[in-house]
């Protein structure tokens, strides 16, 4: 049974950080490429970043600066460090695996709140 277990969302300040975590197990994590996304209420869901099995990264204009990504494959774990958050950061957040297009799995999300 795959699963992706999202952690670390809540409510912070404007300016403030936030660290997520995404704990997989079921699938071979290190062949898969990891991604974060997010979806605010009424909009669709984006992709926010994403890393490669070779730690090659890719983040969403919005974000390039402040987020980070990166992985441990020996704990079978995405992490997605958030800094300098704003109010338009607020959505539930995703973690995803994939692998070769065609294996895809999500967690279940984790919200995260900015107050401005």
């Known amino acids: 049974q795959v699963q992706l277990v999202e952690s670390g969302g809540g409510l912070v300040q404007a300016g403030g950080s936030l660290r997520l975590s995404c704990t997989v197990s079921?699938?071979?994590?290190?062949?898969?490429?990891m991604g974060w996304h997010r979806q605010a209420p009424g909009k669709p869901r984006e992709l926010v970043a994403s890393?490669?099995?070779?730690?090659?990264?890719n983040y969403a204009d919005s974000v390039k600066g402040r987020f980070t990504i990166s992985r441990d494959n020996a704990k079978n774990t995405v992490y997605l460090q958030m800094n300098s958050l704003k109010p338009e950061d607020t959505a539930v957040y995703y973690c995803?695996?994939?692998?070769?297009?065609?294996?895809?799995?999500w967690g279940q999300g984790t919200q995260v709140t900015v107050s401005s």
């Open positions: 890393i490669t099995t070779g730690d090659n990264t």
């Open positions: 079921g699938i071979r994590f290190s062949v898969y490429t």
């Open positions: 995803k695996a994939s692998f070769r297009s065609s294996w895809n799995y």
